[in-house]
């Protein structure tokens, strides 16, 4: 077989390769954001006077949560929730919540 026949295949090989890490980190956000759920709803979409996070921008999920960590902004739970995530994590669970529509 002549090398430009197989090189449409290391394409694709090195493309699944380099998308598995992004499909784990997705993995890992969905878990961590699953906590989320109780209050904020289904994938962040609220039914009840719990503000919805879905589609939230990335920014303001992150600004929101570290000021809630560091005690910056008054809550009833979400200050004792959010002192349990890192700086890297609050950034995948604000990413993941971003992405949902």
Same mark, same amino acid.
């Given at each position: 077989m002549h090398i430009h026949r197989l090189f449409p295949l290391a394409v694709l090989g090195l493309a699944a390769l380099a998308a598995a890490p992004a499909q784990a980190e997705d993995k890992a956000a969905r878990s961590m954001a699953a906590t989320c759920t109780g209050c904020h709803g289904t994938n962040g979409v609220s039914s009840g006077g719990i503000p919805t996070i879905? *589609?939230?921008?990335?920014a303001r999920i992150v600004t929101l949560m570290k000021e809630f960590r560091d005690g910056k902004r008054?809550?009833?739970?979400? $200050?004792? $929730?959010?002192k *349990?995530?890192?700086?890297?994590?609050?950034e995948a669970i604000a990413a993941w919540f971003a992405a949902r529509k």
């Amino acid at each position: 077989m002549h090398i430009h026949r197989l090189f449409p295949l290391a394409v694709l090989g090195l493309a699944a390769l380099a998308a598995a890490p992004a499909q784990a980190e997705d993995k890992a956000a969905r878990s961590m954001a699953a906590t989320c759920t109780g209050c904020h709803g289904t994938n962040g979409v609220s039914s009840g006077g719990i503000p919805t996070i879905a *589609g939230t921008e990335k920014a303001r999920i992150v600004t929101l949560m570290k000021e809630f960590r560091d005690g910056k902004r008054p809550a009833t739970v979400m $200050h004792q $929730h959010a002192k *349990g995530y890192t700086d890297e994590q609050i950034e995948a669970i604000a990413a993941w919540f971003a992405a949902r529509k």
